[in-house]
């Protein structure tokens, strides 16, 4: 490499590590499916790094064997992510592979005690193992709970009380991994979560969800959403969770695991000026539409009184794929479908 190229190379990761402190992540694998899986938010997005594509650079899996988050300060590309994913293929357990990193530090931004990681994996025998590290220098509040099969860390936060309701959602959610990776980020889905998107209202500004099945090749996920960035006063995990809704609803038949309740007619599609919602099935009282863009942010709503209504869509709405919910008087899902305009 020519040195001008070394030097350019350099200052671009220093200047894109500085600014990449990640903060709140869960790493986990499913003994009973052999899944691995990822989620984590933090208040940078894509375009507070380059273009990195936002937090889901903390992550990566190894299907069939663990995973990885490498954060809060790091360098992009995450040189001490792919290390410590090399350690894991050469057989060294969770722990093994934090002790190497932090003898083998390879960003050139920060050291070992401004790291933060979280490890998940199966011994060779396939039972799960787990462990997390914080160093000391971490932006606070910063910490990580471990247990057998997962680990959930994180930085700049609000408390430990963040990391505990992580931990307790994902643990008290039933269903598969991918359910309980986005019911533990939900559970830091509070204004602040990450400190500083406090005075925005908001937990985060990017957020991403991750699983690998077994026989999964790698960079080809069995699920894989990213929510690079959102517009302003959007919550990220709220638009991770719509694209996982509808991904659940594709991929295993109802939203969010829950069984469907009623059923709608949803004409014109592809819409016009007026999208008409008709329930079917059996009476449908106080439930509000809600029809978002693929960010999640909100473009219309009405709410529905159990006969069909008209929801008038905005004068210039641009054309593209859109996402129709509709939610009961408990704020849960239970229809989703896609709206072509």
């Known amino acids: 490499m020519k040195k001008q190229s070394l030097l350019f190379y350099f200052l671009f990761s220093f200047l894109a590590s500085s600014t990449a402190q990640d903060t709140f992540s869960i ?16 208040c940078i997005d894509t375009y507070d790094c380059n273009g990195c594509g936002g937090v ?26 792919n290390n410590g994913l090399n350690q ?10 934090l002790d190497w990193l932090l003898v083998n530090d390879g960003c050139i931004s920060g050291n070992v005690n401004t790291r933060q990681y979280g490890i998940a994996d199966f011994d060779p025998d396939g039972n799960p193992r787990a462990a997390g590290y914080t160093g ?38 039933e269903g598969p991994l991918a359910k309980r990776l986005m019911a533990a980020l939900q559970g830091a889905n509070v204004p602040g979560a ?13 957020s991403f969800i991750r699983v690998a099945r077994p026989d999964d090749v790698n960079g080809n996920f069995y699920l894989e959403i990213n929510v690079p960035s959102v517009l302003p006063g959007v919550d990220p995990i709220d638009s991770l969770q719509t694209l ?72 210039g709405m641009p054309k593209g794929i859109y996402l129709l919910e509709i939610r009961d008087q408990a704020q849960q899902v239970i229809f989703t479908n896609k709206i072509a305009h």
């Open 27 to 42: 790493i986990a694998v499913d003994p009973a499916t052999g899944e691995v899986g990822g989620a984590g938010a933090s």
């Open 56 to 81: 889901i650079i903390i992550n990566n899996l190894l299907p069939g064997r663990g995973g990885m988050n490498s954060q809060a300060t790091v360098c992009i590309p995450n040189i001490n992510l």
């Open 88 to 97: 894991l293929i050469a057989g060294l357990s969770p722990q093994e592979v």
């Open 136 to 173: 000391a220098n971490c932006l606070n509040y910063a910490n990580h709970n471990t247990g057998d099969y997962y680990s959930i860390q994180g930085n700049i936060l609000l408390g430990q009380e963040i990391l505990d309701s992580m931990e307790q959602r994902f643990l008290n959610t």
């Open 194 to 206: 990450d400190t500083r998107c406090l005075s925005a209202g908001i937990s985060s500004k990017s």
């Open 244 to 315: 996982f809704d509808e991904w659940y609803t594709t991929t295993l038949g109802t939203p969010s695991g829950l069984a469907p309740k009623v059923g709608f007619r949803v004409y014109p599609n592809p819409a016009g000026s007026e999208l008409y919602i008709e329930p079917v099935q059996i009476p449908v009282n106080d439930c509000q539409a809600r029809l978002l863009d693929m960010t999640g942010r909100l473009i219309a709503e009405c709410r529905l009184t159990g006969s069909k209504i008209a929801l008038a869509l905005p004068a």
